[in-house]
Nanobody
Framework: QVQLVESGGGLVQPGGSLRLSCAASGSIFSINGMGWYRQTPGKERELVAQITSGGSIKYADSVKGRFTISRDNAKNMVDLRMNVLKPEDTGVYYC???????????????WGDGTLVTVSS
């Protein structure tokens, strides 16, 4: 069994900052990519940022220069530091990881339950 647990969402004023954290636990052999997606009502879930086990990073254009993703491979954790938040950053943020469990021959994607980020004055 593998579980992803997010933390750190909440209400913040425009221009403020938040830090999201995600911890993977369970019968994990290896983790390749880890990342954050967000979803708002009426829209599809979209990639915000992702980082590979080797440290390659990709950001959505809308968050470049404001968000920073990082991971701790030893702790199976990924963080998202969000600065200069805008109302359009509001949404449910989901942690995602491509995980190979012990005994598996391939990795599969896992999702957290999501954490709500609200940017509003």
């Amino acid at each position: 069994q593998v579980q992803l647990v997010e933390s750190g969402g909440g209400l913040v004023q425009p221009g403020g900052s938040l830090r999201l954290s995600c911890a993977a636990s369970g019968s994990i052999f290896s983790i390749n990519g880890m990342g954050w997606y967000r979803q708002t009502p009426g829209k599809e879930r979209e990639l915000v940022a992702q980082i590979t086990s080797g440290g390659s990073i990709k950001y959505a254009d809308s968050v470049k220069g404001r968000f920073t993703i990082s991971r701790d491979n030893a702790k199976n954790m990924v963080d998202l530091r969000m600065n200069v938040l805008k109302p359009e950053d509001t949404g449910v943020y989901y942690c995602n990881a491509l995980i190979m469990r012990w005994g598996d021959n391939y990795g599969r994607p896992y999702w957290g339950d999501g954490t709500l980020v609200t940017v509003s004055s």
